[in-house]
């Protein structure tokens, strides 16, 4: 059975809205959920973001790519209120994020997760669960107070996080401590955690870095999983072979700018994606050499 024969009805939409989409930097989408203008932060005299336009489809698996340095981590820094920028402005869901505070934006459903994992080590997987939820009635001291205004939510709360700890296997590491967790289960719990807050826009920060091989097609699973849900990902990633296996378009960045748009197939013959991205590689398929 096929790839096109096995895509899922969310995956065959989304590519279809970007078919009509020109393979070129800064292409508007037919409806983009994140939007950014002239987005520019500078280090020194270094230039580490220079994003001039930027559209992210709504409901679609979207890769950023780029050699080291080229930028990828801090935009999406800049983007989800984890560092400021020095000009520029972006939108997300139609509203203006220029100010937004990181707990704002998860509130109204942008979550990202981080290349080095956030867990917190010294509280078990299922107390880092309990804490993605959003709007507890707890977290107010007067509501702690008195048990009937804080009990039911809690337990709701604690019935949603099992289901996602089942989902993502890891409910049989529900009492122990993140601390004790591996690499790539602390992967999958930060994802977990994530969705605790119901979000619309998924970003995830190398979600394959330090993951072994056995963890990668299941990871793979999950960020279809959240496409097919109704949610949109973007992700940043090096291992080329789960950005063509997942994405329905990729973005690439070199030396703070975006330098081409397309699909996995269109970017992997990019001759500008070829020279800034592979160097020595020049003049062959991005992907000709992946094992």
């Not at 977290?139 to 604690?158: F, H, M, S």
């Not at 977990?192 to 870095?209: F, G, K, Q, S, Y």
Request: glycine fraction near 8%; proline fraction near 4%.
């Amino acid at each position: 059975m096929d790839a096109e024969t096995t895509m899922s009805p969310a995956a065959r939409m989304a590519r279809e809205a970007l078919a009509t989409c020109a393979a070129s930097p800064g292409v508007a989408k037919p409806d983009p959920i994140l939007v950014a203008d002239s987005v520019r932060r500078k280090f020194g005299g270094i230039t580490a973001v220079d994003v001039d336009h930027l559209e992210v489809q709504r409901g679609s698996i979207t890769a950023l790519i780029g050699p080291n340095g080229a930028g990828k981590t801090t935009l999406f820094n800049l983007l989800t209120g984890f560092d400021s920028v020095d000009e520029g402005r972006w939108s997300f869901d139609g509203r203006s994020m220029g100010r937004a505070a990181p707990h704002r934006m998860a509130k109204l459903g942008m979550v990202r997760t981080f290349q080095l994992t956030k867990s917190l080590t010294k509280l078990s997987v299922i107390e880092n669960m309990r804490l993605g939820a959003t709007e507890q009635i707890g977290e107010k001291w007067w509501n702690g107070l008195i048990d009937a205004r804080w009990r039911k939510q809690e337990a709701a709360i604690t019935e949603r996080a099992e289901e996602l700890l089942e989902r993502f296997k890891l409910s049989h590491m529900r009492d122990e401590y993140a601390g004790a967790l591996s690499g790539g289960q602390r992967k999958l719990l930060e994802m977990a955690r994530a969705l605790m807050t119901n979000p619309i826009l998924v970003m995830l920060d190398e979600p394959m870095a330090g993951v072994n091989p056995a963890l990668k097609q299941s990871l793979n699973e999950h960020i279809r999983g959240l496409r097919d849900e109704g949610m949109t990902v973007l992700f940043v990633e090096h291992d080329m072979d789960m950005v063509h296996d997942i994405s329905d378009w990729v973005v690439v960045m070199a030396e703070g700018r975006v330098i081409a748009e397309g699909t996995p197939d269109a970017i992997s013959s990019n001759p500008a994606v070829i020279d800034a991205y592979l160097g020595a590689h020049q003049g062959r398929s991005l992907l000709e050499d992946q094992p």
